[in-house]
T-cell receptor
Framework: GQNIDQPTEMTATEGAIVQINCTYQ??????LFWYQQHAGEAPTFLSY??LDGLEEKGRFSSFLSRSKGYSYLLLKELQMKDSASYLC??????????WGAGTKLIIKP | GAVVSQHPSWVICKSGTSVKIECRSL??????MFWYRQFPKQSLMLMAT?????????EQGVEKDKFLINHASLTLSTLTVTSAHPEDSSFYIC????????????FGPGTRLLVL
């Protein structure tokens, strides 16, 4: 079956770095997406990886290893506004997004 | 770019009434639109996928006669919750994608439905 695993919750300190991991098993693979969702709001797109390696976008970076079925989202210089849920989604061979349950990130001062 | 709007943002209605939610892509042509539902503290649940001019494809367990989806143009899709009941109260979110299936899905701001 198809499956996405990511931690349920993580806590980090303002100004620090946090890495949110995601492992996936899908029928075929057409890329890995990360979205941010603040409480009570809709998800917003953060990144897309389809090739192995690290994609950097400001304070946020996303990494993909296709051979390991693994991705991570790296958040640097954490700010209080980064407190949100981070959703990992893998696109399968039918171009369907398989969603993880999300990782709730709590930032403490 | 890639802005998706939803209207209304909040709906409160009586049990038995029908509610229509609109989803619009404002600055791109959305070949495919998706409708999701999210209950509090739960993950996104895909309800259906619609392609412009075609009938929507519903996920297993989603009643197509209760959740009517119309995708009549490349910028507009509507979801009608017919004969809404309290258990239909949820956060309904649409997303839109351009012509290529690998393109990013961009989400609308969501619609909170409360059925009394």
């Amino acid at each position: 079956g198809q499956n996405i695993d990511q931690p349920t919750e993580m806590t980090a300190t303002e100004g620090a770095i946090v890495q949110i991991n995601c492992t996936y098993q899908t029928s075929g693979f057409n890329g890995l997406f990360w979205y941010q969702q603040h409480a009570g709001e809709a998800p917003t797109f953060l990144s897309y990886n389809v090739l192995d390696g690290l994609e950097e976008k400001g304070r946020f970076s996303s990494f993909l290893s296709r051979s390991k079925g693994y991705s991570y989202l790296l958040l640097k210089e954490l700010q209080m506004k980064d407190s949100a849920s981070y959703l990992c989604a893998a696109m399968d061979s039918n171009y369907q997004l398989i969603w993880g349950a999300g990782t709730k990130l709590i930032i403490k001062p | 770019g890639a802005v998706v709007s939803q209207h209304p943002s909040w709906v409160i209605c009586k049990s038995g009434t029908s509610v229509k939610i609109e989803c619009r892509s404002l600055d791109f042509q959305a070949t495919t639109m998706f409708w999701y539902r999210q209950f509090p503290k739960q993950s996104l649940m895909l309800m259906a996928t619609s392609n412009e001019g075609s009938k929507a494809t519903y996920e297993q367990g989603v009643e197509k006669d209760k959740f009517l989806i119309n995708h009549a143009s490349l910028t507009l899709s509507t979801l009608t919750v017919t004969s809404a009941h309290p258990e239909d109260s949820s956060f309904y979110i649409c997303s839109a994608r351009g012509g290529s299936p690998q393109e990013t899905q961009y989400f609308g701001p969501g619609t909170r439905l409360l059925v009394l």
